[in-house]
Structures are given as structure tokens and as C-alpha cells.
Nanobody, 127 residues
Framework: QVQLVESGGGSLQSGGSLRLSCAASGYTHSTYYMGWFRQAPGTEREGVAVITSGGTTNYAGSVKGRFTISRDNAKNTLYLQMNSLKPEDTAMYYC?????????????????????WGQGTQVTVSS
């Protein structure tokens, strides 16, 4: 059974940094596409970043240059380093995993392609 557990969220001021982690279990982590998504109240879940098993990454335009996604397959863990945080980054952040898609689909960072989700970790950025 696939399990994903996020951690590392918190409250901080604009300009600060956070690193989110997602501990994965129940599947062969190294073969799955992994992604970070976020959802603010009253909005749809949106893609933030994705990483393939080979390490290819893609980012939403709003976070490019500020966020970095990475994975440690030996530790079955996904990370999201978030720098220069802004109030508009405030949201619940979710990690997701799946292998039932093509690389082209994965790099679109669409929530609908991912079938396994964590419970989320809250990030709140104040101005």
C-alpha cells in the first residue's frame, strides 16, 4: 500500500525559506514520478513541481527559480526546498506519486495524473 507522509510546513515571514519532506513507503520509490502540489482555500489544487525517476524536473512558472524539487531514492524521500517565500505561496502542500503516465504527462504537473497522495502540510507566509 502506497503511503506518503509530508512534513516541514510552518508559518514564516515573506522572504524566508522552508524545506518540505515527503516520506514514501509501500512501493518502489525510485520508479515513480513524484510531484508537489498545493491548494489554497477556495482554489483548485495546482501543480508546483515534478521530478521523474531519472531526475528530470519541471516547475510551475510562479515558483521557478525559487523552489527546488529533489529526491533521495535511497531514503525513499522527496523534498521541496522553498526560498524567497511570498504570501501567495500560502497553501496546503501535498506530495503525490504515480507511475501510470508518460514522462510528457508527468512534466505537465497536473493533479489528475497522480493517484497517490499524502495528507498535506500547511505553509503560511505572512507579509
Amino acid at each position: 500500500q502506497v503511503q506518503l507522509v509530508e512534513s516541514g510546513g510552518g508559518s514564516l515571514q515573506s522572504g524566508g525559506s522552508l524545506r518540505l519532506s515527503c516520506a514514501a513507503s509501500g512501493y518502489t520509490h525510485s520508479t515513480y514520478y513524484m510531484g508537489w502540489f498545493r491548494q489554497a482555500p477556495g482554489t483548485e489544487r495546482e501543480g508546483v513541481a515534478v521530478i521523474t525517476s531519472g531526475g528530470t524536473t519541471n516547475y510551475a512558472g510562479s515558483v521557478k527559480g525559487r523552489f527546488t524539487i529533489s529526491r533521495d531514492n535511497a531514503k525513499n524521500t522527496l523534498y521541496l526546498q522553498m526560498n524567497s517565500l511570498k504570501p501567495e505561496d500560502t497553501a496546503m502542500y501535498y506530495c503525490a506519486a504515480d507511475h501510470r503516465m508518460t514522462t510528457r504527462q508527468a512534466l505537465q504537473i497536473r493533479p489528475g495524473y497522480f493517484g497517490f497522495w499524502g495528507q498535506g502540510t500547511q505553509v503560511t507566509v505572512s507579509s
